[in-house]
């Protein structure tokens, strides 16, 4: 690969529109991205959703493209009304069974495969320990650790065990914030043992347990690094996550468009720090414009030897190895194989099942938080 396609390997983008227009596959023809992340904007049926994945991947022919979505349940769900649409995280917390987060999570798993989507941003794996949260809130599963781990382990089984990619979101954990990264940066001063006993449980259960990657938090932890937000922190990103988590897996970092970073570097900037930091693949959610400034803004560091090769080599492989375990070997899929099992009566069932469930829990007032969907349309990641 030249160094422009090994650049784009590093990258993750949005785009506009429902079909791949003339314009964006003149982009991906020249600057090859190693994904895609699809929104609601993207999205209207099951059979324009096979034809965009089909579409997308042949403009991808030597490496078979990650394609994403945020599918949580809840207010961040991307896919339309014919899939199988599960409540919000909180819901399955309050139900306590990681029998029905696996089987949840295997669920969407089979209706994204079987439209050519091979990853989740999912699972929130956030403690909701702050009520003040505008962000999380009912995404999470709970505030409890434990509860969290437990499940956001099944819902990484559920996922991963039927090849689709899951990403645990959003490290080191963005809980027990009190503002929207999406519009500011937030802040947190919890000390050292709070973060070791609440926020960080469940990402270390899942790296144990394999999680294929994790997403950053764009929250700056002053007892961790009182100058950098999470993604473009060394000492979050290499110094904690790499090496004393010892996690060798993918890590995203959450849209760099976002306030909480844009507001204080360039894009550009941006993408180098992160990757500086430690993160493999950067996250760019609608601007094409910014896509290219960043990754030439990548190809200027590696020249000029603020990136070095063996940094590069070291995400290239990582991806490589992500790509290799779940897209390989890649096939199209086909609107036949799709109608059998989007929203099929099985599918269905488990949805049911869930329901009533839940309707003999009663719901804690501490996971009464829940935000509007249209707050929420970009990665909240992310969304």
């Known amino acids: 690969m030249t160094l422009r396609e090994q650049i784009g390997q590093l990258f993750m983008m949005g785009f506009t529109g429902t079909s791949v227009s003339n314009d964006l596959a003149s982009f991906m023809r020249a600057y090859t991205p190693g994904g895609?992340?699809?929104?609601?904007?993207?999205?209207?049926?099951?059979?324009?959703?096979?034809?965009?994945?089909?579409?997308?991947?042949?403009?991808?022919?030597?490496?078979?493209?990650?394609?994403?979505?945020?599918?949580?349940?809840?207010?961040?769900?991307?896919?339309?009304?014919?899939?199988?649409?599960?409540?919000?995280?909180?819901?399955?917390?309050?139900?306590?069974?990681?029998?029905?987060?696996y089987s949840a999570a295997a669920t969407i798993a089979k209706e994204l495969r079987a439209v050519g989507i091979n990853m989740n941003m999912a699972p929130v794996l956030d403690v909701n320990s702050n009520p003040e949260n505008p962000v999380i809130g009912d995404r999470a599963f709970g505030a409890d650790p434990e509860l969290v781990a437990e499940l956001g382990q099944a819902t990484i089984g559920g996922l991963q065990d039927n090849m689709v990619v899951a990403c645990g979101k959003h490290f080191p954990g963005h809980g027990d914030t009190s503002t929207d990264s999406h519009k500011e940066l937030p802040v947190v001063d919890a000390g050292v043992q709070r973060l070791r006993d609440t926020e960080f449980p469940p990402f270390q259960h899942a790296i144990r347990f394999g999680v294929a990657s994790l997403m950053t938090a764009h929250v700056l932890y002053r007892v961790l690094d009182p100058d950098a937000p999470a993604t473009l922190s060394p000492a979050v990103i290499q110094r904690l996550l790499r090496e004393e988590f010892r996690y060798d897996g993918v890590v995203f970092t959450d849209d760099l468009e976002m306030h909480a970073i844009i507001d204080h570097d360039g894009i550009g900037e941006a993408a180098v720090r992160s990757f500086v930091a430690g993160c493999d693949v950067l996250l760019i959610c609608k601007d094409q414009d910014r896509v290219q400034t960043a990754m030439e803004a990548m190809e200027r560091a590696v020249r000029d030897g603020r990136i070095t090769q063996e940094r590069l080599e070291q995400s290239l492989a990582r991806v490589a190895r992500l790509k290799s375990r779940y897209l390989s070997p890649y096939k199209p899929v086909t609107i036949s194989d799709a109608r059998l099992v989007v929203g099929c009566r099985t599918h269905k069932m488990l949805l049911e099942s869930w329901h009533k469930a839940y309707a003999r829990v009663p719901a804690p007032k501490s996971l009464e938080n829940s935000q509007p969907a249209a707050a929420l349309d970009s990665p909240v990641t992310h969304v």
């Open 36 to 101: 895609v992340i699809l929104f609601r904007r993207n999205l209207e049926s099951v059979q324009q959703t096979v034809d965009l994945t089909n579409g997308l991947q042949k403009r991808s022919p030597a490496s078979p493209l990650l394609i994403a979505i945020d599918q949580e349940g809840g207010r961040v769900s991307r896919l339309p009304a014919e899939f199988t649409i599960f409540p919000p995280c909180a819901q399955l917390g309050q139900c306590n069974s990681s029998e029905l987060a």
